[in-house]
């Protein structure tokens, strides 16, 4: 094996034991390493462009529900809560 495969597996050699048909030498596992390396590399810049491209959807995806939710049971809806209490000061809890 002179390079590494990187997701296929060998048909297996009639009399060949398994641990024998995957073994790769030091510089193949380098190979592979770098390999995939530079794979998630390239993921991770996509993922960044994909996020600054859509920053402001991404954005109102995420925080949109937090207002509608806190609306909905009559808490403010400001995202900004300067003391831990401020955010339910305003709601009364009914006896009993």
Request: charge should be positive; aromatic fraction near 8%; glycine fraction near 8%.
């Amino acid at each position: 094996m002179t390079t590494a495969t990187l997701g296929r597996q060998k048909r297996k050699p009639a009399g060949d034991t398994t641990q024998t048909l995957y073994r790769m030498t030091i510089g193949e596992h380098l190979e592979d390493l770098r390999w995939r390396m530079i794979l998630g590399l390239l993921a991770f810049a996509v993922a960044i462009i994909v996020c600054v491209l859509f920053t402001e959807r991404l954005i109102v995806f995420f925080c949109a529900p937090s207002p509608r939710r806190l609306l909905k049971h009559g808490l403010p809806p400001s995202m900004a809560i300067p003391r831990i209490t401020e955010a339910f000061h305003d709601v009364t809890f009914g006896s009993g």
